[in-house]
C-alpha cells in the first residue's frame, strides 16, 4: 500500500509523500528501508535520511509521514491488516473423529488430533496437531486451538476464542477432604465456560469447577503460565500477566488487570476495574477502581502478623509522634 492508503486504514493525517509505497514494518530501533516505522517523537532524529514512512503521535520534522491520535492501537491495526493469519481447512485422515461429532464448515482438524464423542467444531474452527477435545465439548465460530491444547469433556468455549500451545481447559480442581481419615479427592463434576473473544496463553491451565462452572468472561486475555482455579469467575475484560495464580472460587469484575506473578487467595473478589501490581499476594476482597501492590519477601507467618500489625498502625504512629514533637518544651 501507498502511504496514503495507510492514513486511510489509521485513519490518520498525512504528512509527505502519499506516493510512498509502505512494504511491510520495521522497527525503530533496525529500521529497514521501504517500511513504515511506528515511533516516538524521541526516535525520529536517527531515522532521518531513510527511506522510511513513519507514524507518529504529534508534528515532526520528518518528509513523510502519518500522525494518529493512539500509536498502538495504529500498530495494532497495521499489523492485522498487513499480516493476516492464515489458517488451513479440511479433516486430516490422521485424526481421529469419534460418533457424533459435528465439524462446521470450513473447519480444519490436524494430523494426530482427537474429537471425542458428540463434540460440536463450528464454522471455521481450527484444531490443530496432537490436540485432544474431549467428549461433549462445543468449540464456537473461528475458535482457534493450537498445537498440543487439550480440553476435557463437557467445557464450552465461545466464538472468537484462542487458546496457544500447552494449555489445559477443564482439568480437575485441586480440592480435596483432608482429616484425620486421611486425603480423600473431591471428584470435580462440573465444567469450564469460556465466552467469546478470550485469548488464553500457552500453558494456562483452567481448571473445571467442582459442582458448577469456572467461567472466564468475554473478550479476557490470559497470558502464559497462568492458573486459574477451579470454581473461578473470571469478569469481562480482564487482564492477566503471566505467571498469576487465581485460587479457587475467586470473582473478578470488569476490567481487571492483574500483573505478573500476582497470587489471588480462595474466595477472593475483586471489584471493577481493579488493578493489582507484579508479585502482589491479594488475600482479602479489594474494592473496585484503585492500584494494589506491595511485596515483602517470605519470612515466618507468626513474625509477619505481627509485623503487619505494626504496618497498619503506622499512620497513627506518626501522628501521635507529631503531637509530641509539638507538645514538647
Same mark, same amino acid.
Given at each position: 500500500?501507498?502511504?496514503?492508503?495507510?492514513?486511510?486504514?489509521?485513519?490518520?493525517?498525512?504528512?509527505?509523500?502519499g506516493?510512498?509505497?509502505?512494504?511491510g514494518?520495521?522497527?525503530?530501533?533496525?529500521?529497514?528501508?521501504?517500511?513504515?516505522?511506528?515511533?516516538?517523537?524521541?526516535?525520529?532524529?536517527?531515522?532521518?535520511?531513510?527511506?522510511?514512512?513513519?507514524?507518529?503521535?504529534?508534528?515532526?520534522?520528518?518528509?513523510?509521514?502519518?500522525?494518529?491520535?493512539?500509536?498502538?492501537?495504529?500498530?495494532?491495526?497495521?499489523?492485522?491488516?498487513?499480516?493476516?493469519?492464515?489458517?488451513?481447512?479440511?479433516?486430516?485422515?490422521?485424526?481421529?473423529?469419534?460418533?457424533?461429532?459435528?465439524?462446521?464448515?470450513?473447519?480444519?482438524?490436524?494430523?494426530?488430533?482427537?474429537?471425542? %464423542? @458428540?463434540? #460440536?467444531?463450528?464454522e471455521? +474452527?481450527? *484444531?490443530y &496437531?496432537? =490436540?485432544?477435545? /474431549?467428549?461433549? !465439548?462445543? $468449540?464456537? %465460530? @473461528?475458535? #482457534?486451538?493450537?498445537?498440543? +491444547?487439550? *480440553?476435557? &469433556?463437557? =467445557?464450552?468455549? /465461545?466464538?472468537? !476464542?484462542? $487458546?496457544?500451545? @500447552?494449555?489445559v481447559i477443564?482439568?480437575?480442581?485441586?480440592?480435596?477432604?483432608?482429616?484425620?481419615? /486421611?486425603?480423600?479427592?473431591?471428584?470435580?463434576? @462440573?465444567?469450564?465456560?469460556?465466552?467469546?473473544?478470550?485469548?488464553?496463553?500457552?500453558?494456562?491451565?483452567?481448571?473445571?469447577?467442582?459442582?458448577?462452572?469456572?467461567?472466564?468472561?468475554?473478550?479476557?486475555?490470559?497470558?502464559?503460565?497462568?492458573?486459574?482455579?477451579?470454581?473461578?469467575?473470571?469478569?469481562?475484560?480482564?487482564?492477566?500477566?503471566?505467571?498469576?495464580?487465581?485460587?479457587?472460587?475467586?470473582?473478578?469484575?470488569?476490567?481487571?488487570?492483574?500483573?505478573?506473578?500476582?497470587?489471588?487467595?480462595?474466595?477472593v473478589?475483586l471489584?471493577?476495574?481493579?488493578?493489582?501490581?507484579?508479585?502482589?499476594?491479594?488475600?482479602?476482597s479489594?474494592?473496585?477502581?484503585?492500584?494494589?501492590?506491595?511485596?515483602?519477601?517470605?519470612?515466618?507467618?507468626?513474625?509477619?502478623k505481627?509485623?503487619?500489625?505494626?504496618?497498619?498502625?503506622?499512620?497513627?504512629?506518626?501522628?501521635?509522634?507529631?503531637?509530641?514533637?509539638?507538645?514538647?518544651?
Amino acid at each position: 500500500m501507498n502511504l496514503w492508503e495507510l492514513s486511510k486504514l489509521l485513519e490518520g493525517q498525512l504528512r509527505g509523500d502519499g506516493d510512498f509505497q509502505v512494504q511491510g514494518v520495521s522497527s525503530p530501533e533496525y529500521p529497514k528501508e521501504g517500511t513504515a516505522i511506528f515511533c516516538k517523537p524521541e526516535q525520529v532524529e536517527k531515522l532521518k535520511g531513510m527511506q522510511v514512512a513513519l507514524v507518529v503521535t504529534e508534528e515532526v520534522d520528518f518528509p513523510r509521514y502519518v500522525k494518529v491520535k493512539n500509536l498502538r492501537l495504529a500498530l495494532a491495526k497495521f499489523l492485522s491488516h498487513s499480516y493476516p493469519e492464515k489458517h488451513p481447512c479440511g479433516v486430516s485422515p490422521k485424526a481421529h473423529i469419534e460418533e457424533e461429532v459435528k465439524i462446521g464448515e470450513n473447519a480444519y482438524v490436524g494430523p494426530f488430533v482427537f474429537v471425542g %464423542r @458428540g463434540a #460440536v467444531l463450528e464454522e471455521g +474452527v481450527k *484444531v490443530y &496437531p496432537f =490436540c485432544y477435545v /474431549g467428549e461433549g !465439548v462445543r $468449540i464456537g %465460530r @473461528g475458535s #482457534v486451538l493450537f498445537s498440543g +491444547v487439550h *480440553v476435557y &469433556p463437557g =467445557c464450552v468455549i /465461545g466464538q472468537g !476464542v484462542r $487458546i496457544h500451545s @500447552g494449555s489445559v481447559i477443564g482439568a480437575d480442581g485441586f480440592g480435596y477432604y483432608v482429616g484425620p481419615e /486421611g486425603i480423600f479427592k473431591l471428584p470435580h463434576v @462440573g465444567r469450564v465456560v469460556i465466552e467469546d473473544f478470550v485469548e488464553i496463553g500457552a500453558n494456562t491451565c483452567v481448571d473445571r469447577a467442582l459442582i458448577d462452572e469456572t467461567r472466564i468472561g468475554k473478550n479476557t486475555k490470559i497470558d502464559n503460565l497462568v492458573q486459574v482455579g477451579h470454581n473461578c469467575v473470571v469478569g469481562e475484560a480482564n487482564v492477566i500477566a503471566g505467571q498469576t495464580g487465581l485460587a479457587g472460587s475467586v470473582k473478578t469484575g470488569k476490567n481487571v488487570m492483574l500483573a505478573g506473578q500476582v497470587a489471588v487467595a480462595d474466595h477472593v473478589s475483586l471489584g471493577d476495574n481493579v488493578v493489582v501490581s507484579g508479585k502482589a499476594g491479594v488475600s482479602k476482597s479489594l474494592e473496585g477502581g484503585k492500584v494494589y501492590g506491595g511485596v515483602i519477601p517470605a519470612m515466618e507467618w507468626s513474625k509477619w502478623k505481627r509485623l503487619y500489625a505494626y504496618v497498619l498502625r503506622l499512620p497513627e504512629l506518626f501522628k501521635e509522634k507529631k503531637r509530641e514533637d509539638k507538645d514538647s518544651p
